[in-house]
């Protein structure tokens, strides 16, 4: 089993930057590759980024690319993604996900940008 928290969320004028972690438990991640997703109400859950084990690839979504930097910790447990030039389209729950075999998310961090 796999434990994923996130946390950094919050509120942000359009602009803003926030940095969001992940801090993973259960089981060693040093092989798996790790994503952040978004979800807004009445939408499917969307990719936003992905970095792979060794934090030597990452990709992003073509909405977030030059805005939103993905990356891991010394520890490979734990994963970043810093946000910048936040837009209100932004705004969302903000997921973090390992898939070993399943897919585990954690609970979401709610990311909100007033315009």
């Known amino acids: 089993q796999v434990q994923l928290v996130e946390s950094g969320g919050g509120l942000v004028q359009a602009g803003g930057s926030l940095r969001l972690s992940c801090a993973a438990s259960g089981r060693t991640l040093n092989n798996y590759a790790m994503a952040w997703f978004r979800q807004t109400p009445g939408k499917e859950r969307e990719f936003v980024a992905r970095i792979i084990w060794d934090g030597g690839r990452r990709s992003y979504a073509d909405s977030v690319k030059g805005r939103f930097t993905i990356s891991r910790g010394s520890i490979k447990n734990t994963v970043y993604l810093q946000m910048n030039n936040l837009k209100p389209e932004d705004t969302a729950v903000y997921y973090c996900?390992?898939?070993?075999?399943?897919?585990?998310w954690g609970q979401g961090t709610q990311v909100t940008v007033s315009s």
């Open positions: 996900n390992v898939n070993i075999t399943t897919n585990y």
